[in-house]
Nanobody, 120 residues
């Protein structure tokens, strides 16, 4: 089994910054892509950013130039640096990981979510 534990959410004023972290632990042989999703009240979960094991990244248009996804493969951790935050960025943020475990079992895992609120 694999666990993803997120941290770093909170309340921030518009224009401010937050850094989210998500650490994976457990039965991990290798982690392929990692990603951040978000879900605002009354809306569907939205893919925010992805990063491959080699470090290639992709972003939803609404966060390009403001958010940066990165990862530390030695620590099995993915980060999301969020700058110039807007009220519309308010949501619960979830990390996601595509994990290869022992026995060549490959599964997708989710974190528990961390609340980000952008408000004055």
């Amino acid at each position: 089994q694999v666990q993803l534990v997120e941290s770093g959410g909170g309340l921030v004023q518009p224009g401010g910054s937050l850094r989210l972290s998500c650490a994976a632990s457990g039965n991990i042989f290798s982690i392929y892509a990692m990603a951040w999703y978000r879900q605002a009240p009354g809306k569907q979960r939205e893919l925010v950013a992805t990063i491959t094991s080699a470090g290639s990244t992709n972003y939803v248009d609404s966060v390009k130039g403001r958010f940066t996804i990165s990862r530390d493969n030695a620590k099995n951790t993915v980060y999301l640096q969020m700058n110039s935050l807007k009220p519309e960025d308010t949501a619960v943020y979830y990390c996601n990981a595509d994990v290869l475990s022992s026995g060549f079992l490959r599964s997708e895992y989710w974190g528990q979510g961390t609340q980000v609120t952008v408000s004055s």
